[in-house]
């Protein structure tokens, strides 16, 4: 099984609880008008990733207590990321998943793939960005609109905390000189960091 892939990040802070893989996949059709990844939007963009290759080098990587999806759209490569996630789970690491869906539209949607990536899915968050409802005030979220949902009890502790953990960034600089971000900032926060 292949996945397209924008970019894979083996140990990163901000993207969910803990120390966590991140996985943005390549690919989606919601196109959030304000969305902060429009590079993302294209299936053909990316590269490709067989999934168990990927497993076993998120295995024999840094040490990380779970995994994130994120996009373009998991659940357009439903299938291939809940294998995966079966992977990961089987050594112990957790998952969280990312959506611009509504979970009452993945339960109803009557798709096979959908249910299989929720039914290994410890977190989930969904919902489309809306750009006029900008919400920086919990993690991991952009706009008021998305919602947290605690599908396993492996991060239910969290339910009563999430206004206490803030938003943050990294930025990592690459060999060839180029500066990549991830996590969750305003834009007066970037253009402050850039400044610097």
């Not at 929720?118 to 409802?133: H, K, M, Q, S, Y």
């Not at 008021?144 to 953990?165: G, M, S, V």
């Amino acid at each position: 099984m292949v996945l397209r892939v924008h970019r894979f990040l083996p140990s990163t802070a901000v993207e969910g609880p803990g120390i966590r893989a991140c996985l943005q996949v390549q690919g989606c059709p919601i196109h959030c008008p304000g969305c902060a990844v429009p590079f993302t939007w294209p299936e053909d963009g990316g590269i490709t990733m067989e999934v168990e290759q990927l497993a076993a080098h998120i295995l024999n990587g840094p040490e990380v207590e779970g995994i994130t999806f994120l996009g373009g759209e998991p659940f357009e490569q439903a299938g291939e990321l809940a294998r995966l996630a079966r992977n990961l789970r089987a050594s112990g690491l957790s998952v969280m998943t990312f959506t611009g869906y509504l979970v009452e539209n993945l339960r109803s949607a009557g798709r096979a793939d959908w249910m299989e990536l929720l039914a290994v899915t410890d977190l989930l968050i969904d919902g489309p960005f809306e750009r006029e409802r900008l919400d920086t005030s919990r993690p991991w979220v952009g706009s008021a609109n998305q919602r947290y949902h605690f599908l396993t009890d492996r991060y239910i502790d969290l339910k009563e905390k999430l206004t206490d953990i803030p938003n943050r960034l990294e930025v990592r600089i690459t060999p060839d000189g180029r500066v990549m971000i991830n996590g969750l900032a305003e834009l007066k926060d970037l253009r402050a960091l850039l400044d610097l």
